[in-house]
Every structure is written in structure tokens, then in C-alpha cells.
């Protein structure tokens, strides 16, 4: 699947329901990362994450409530956010 193949492990694991993740801390936390990977069900977006695509990018990560949707993971070259099964199914849960 794509994670094994492409050699990507989580160096960080956060849980955007317990932890409140405003609108502006998640675009911070999403520029420290050269790409973004966000999913909805069977569609996926992927983005690199400047100033031309924030509002997008915004719009696809935040929730009604205004927090940063989950499940979201950052690994040493990217940020996925949201759920999209053949990603999450590939993906190595473990913390390195």
C-alpha cells in the first residue's frame, strides 16, 4: 500500500478530538510540512501546503465545530488529515 512503499512511519500521533486545534494552529502546524494529504472517505486531496492553497487547504481540514478534523497524523515529509481507508489501512501505527 502507499505508506509501506513509500517508506512513511508517524513521528507523531495527535488526537484532534482531545486536543483543540484552532483554524491558525493547524495551518502552523500544517506549513511544517512540505505536503498534505487529506481524506474523506474514497477521495484524497493532496496539496503542498503554501499561501496559494490556505484557504482550501482550511476549509477541507477543519470541522463544524471549528477544530482541526481527525484523525490527524504528521510523519517526517507529510500531514495526513481525516479518514480514508486505503491510506489509514496502510499506515504503520507505530511511534518511532
Known amino acids: 500500500m502507499y505508506f509501506e512503499q513509500k517508506g512513511i512511519h508517524p513521528l507523531e500521533l495527535m488526537d484532534a478530538k482531545k486536543e483543540k486545534i484552532d483554524r ?3 495551518w502552523e502546524l500544517i506549513q511544517t510540512r512540505p505536503m498534505v ?3 474523506k ?3 484524497l486531496l493532496s496539496l503542498e501546503p503554501d499561501e496559494s492553497y490556505k484557504e482550501e487547504i482550511l476549509k477541507a481540514v477543519m470541522g463544524r465545530s471549528g477544530n482541526l478534523r481527525a484523525p490527524a497524523i504528521k510523519t ?3 500531514f495526513f488529515i481525516g479518514y480514508n481507508e486505503t491510506i489509514y489501512g496502510a499506515l504503520d501505527m507505530t511511534r518511532k
Open 76 to 78: 517526517k515529509n507529510a
Open 41 to 43: 472517505g474514497k477521495k
Open 37 to 39: 494529504y487529506i481524506g
Open 24 to 26: 491558525e494552529m493547524a
